[in-house]
């Protein structure tokens, strides 16, 4: 069965601090990756997708991929509190190239 | 950017009716869309792959009968929750993708429907 596995959190950094969250998956023909927000009750919305094994930066937000260890992140800086909410990470395959979502983590970021 | 509309927002029905749930790409043309279900405070599960013009693919444990699903065009696929149950209130979410993207880019989301069966 493919599997995206989240730590479901709580996760709590204080205002200013890196958020860091991880995922791994089991599903080797995975080809790409997304970070997904969903604040509660609301629809998720993309953050980034990496591909490619290393690091990629979007303004505060940084993926990294190590496609050998199955396993992806996203690094938040600089957090503000409007950051607060469940992060779904997401792994794409097959031929529809359906994407398959962990559990979340949900972040909170303290003023 | 690439926007999906998804009707009604927030559904009541009672048990036994039958609910439909519009999903429409508006600025874009996907063969494919899919339908997600998410209870609270559980993630995403795949329900099933909207073909234009062709079967859905349905997930393991999905009924097909009770989620019928049509995708009439590149631009709209519905999902129809028959007989609905209270078993059946979920969040329910559609998503698509351009056809015209690229192998690596990502499915835009619905707003969800929010559906409560008395």
């Known amino acids: 069965q493919k599997e995206v596995e989240q730590n479901s959190g709580p996760l709590s950094v204080p205002e200013g601090a890196i958020a860091s969250l991880n995922c791994t998956y089991s599903?080797?023909?995975?080809?790409?990756f997304f970070w997904y927000r969903q604040y509660s009750g609301k629809s998720p919305e993309l953050i980034m997708f990496?591909?490619?094994?290393g690091d990629k930066e979007d303004g505060r937000f940084t993926a990294q991929l190590n496609k050998a260890s199955q396993y992806v992140s996203l690094l938040i800086r600089d957090s503000q509190p409007s950051d607060s909410a469940t992060y779904l990470c997401?792994?794409?395959?097959?031929?529809?190239?359906?994407?398959?979502f962990g559990s979340g983590t949900q972040l909170t970021v303290l003023p | 950017g690439a926007v999906v509309s998804q009707h009604p927002s927030r559904v009541i029905c009672k048990s036994g009716t039958s609910v439909k749930i519009e999903c429409r790409s508006l600025?874009?043309?996907?063969?494919?869309m899919f339908w997600y279900r998410q209870f609270p405070k559980k993630s995403l599960m795949l329900m099933a792959t909207?073909?234009?013009?062709?079967?859905?693919?349905?997930e393991q444990g999905v009924e097909k009968d009770k989620f019928l699903i049509n995708h009439a065009s590149l631009t709209l696929s519905t999902l129809t929750v028959t007989s609905a149950h209270p078993e059946d209130s979920s969040f329910y979410i559609c998503?698509?993708?351009?056809?015209?993207?690229?192998?690596?880019?990502?499915?835009?989301f619905g707003n969800g429907t929010r559906l409560t069966v008395t």
């Open positions: 990496i591909y490619s094994n």
């Open positions: 600025d874009f043309q996907a063969t494919t």
């Open positions: 599903d080797r023909g995975s080809q790409s």
């Open positions: 997401a792994s794409q395959a097959g031929s529809a190239r359906q994407l398959t």
């Open positions: 909207s073909n234009e013009g062709s079967k859905a693919t349905y």
């Open positions: 998503s698509a993708r351009d056809l015209n993207s690229g192998r690596n880019s990502p499915l835009h």
